[in-house]
């Protein structure tokens, strides 16, 4: 007789995303795999429309922030919780996401076959275009001071063999337990963008591996929130974070991705400046000021 399958405790993250995180959990609620736990955190929103979740979903767990931490410190929230739940794994999943119903089980599935991986990350296509891949696996370079997305608008029927990558993107990660108790929780000084690309890199350095898995498959909404404040917040996060994710992890190496990122953004400003996109101009300047002066965290002037 087969024994109880692994607890899973998903965390989905929610700011002011009431419909998508909606459709994301009733999503969720036709999987196929049973032991699972569904969290929101509710990341500060400004309203309390998140509550109706829960007369729709009354299985669901809702954790409210009273003010937004950031992608890293709004699934700190969850991860916490989820320890005290004894969890075998933990999914942080985004909340502009719909899966398929066996992508949990299958990931699972090939966690429990290979005790030498720590993460597991499912192909993501895009929610819009379906026959296109967003995410099948990704890597991280040391002279670029990033994480990169293989396959991006590539055929979706593409990359379905499994495969040991050195990046997962944040959209969707299942993360061993084991793990999460001896690299801790995701780093709060990125706020937004690179705290996955920490994470995977202090996982690869704990010895654990990162398997994608092309069988698995969730589609994300990847311009659900896309406007031109989200693109300045998320110019400057990338550009702060990068200089602070090199120097962390890479610090006698660290002038090579200084110089590197510095020429690039050097080469985009010229750009904007011939085009009179000065907003890009002043955002790209506070970044690379922020860094320098240790200003990290959420920014208040965005």
Not at 1 to 12: A, C, E, N, S, T
Not at 157 to 164: A, D, F, G
Request: glycine residues 6%.
């Amino acid at each position: 007789m087969m024994g109880k399958p692994p607890k899973v405790v998903i965390v989905i993250l929610n700011w002011n995303g009431f419909e998508e995180t909606i459709e994301c959990v009733d999503s969720i609620s036709r999987i196929e795999y049973s032991n699972y736990k569904i969290l929101i955190v509710d990341n500060g929103s400004d309203s309390n429309e998140i509550d109706n979740i829960v007369l729709q979903f009354p299985f669901v767990k809702i954790i409210k922030s009273k003010e937004n931490l950031g992608f890293s410190g709004g699934n700190n929230l969850g991860i916490e919780y989820a320890i005290k739940l004894n969890a075998d794994f933990i999914l942080l999943l985004n909340n502009d996401t719909i899966v398929e119903p066996n992508f949990l089980g299958i990931l699972v599935h090939h966690s429990t076959q290979n005790i030498n991986v720590g993460i597991l990350v499912p192909k993501i296509n895009y929610y819009i275009n379906q026959n296109r891949i967003w995410y099948a696996g990704g890597y991280i370079s040391k002279f670029r001071g990033s994480g990169f997305t293989i396959g991006q608008d590539e055929s979706g029927e593409k990359y379905s063999n499994n495969k040991y990558v050195t990046f997962a993107t944040g959209c969707c990660l299942l993360i061993k337990m084991e793990v999460i108790k001896k690299i801790g929780l995701m780093d709060p000084q990125y706020f937004l963008y690179l705290e996955d690309v920490d994470y995977c890199l202090r996982n690869n350095l704990k010895g654990y591996k990162i398997l994608y898995i092309g069988k698995s498959k969730i589609y994300h909404k990847v311009s659900i929130s896309s406007n031109k404040q989200n693109n300045l917040a998320s110019l400057y996060y990338v550009t702060r974070n990068r200089f602070y994710f090199a120097k962390k992890f890479y610090p006698n190496f660290y002038y090579i991705p200084f110089l590197y990122i510095t020429i690039i953004f050097f080469i985009k400003i010229l750009y904007w400046f011939i085009s009179g996109e000065n907003e890009k101009i002043k955002i790209a300047k506070k970044a690379i000021s922020d860094y320098i002066f240790n200003k990290m965290g959420k920014s208040e002037d965005l």
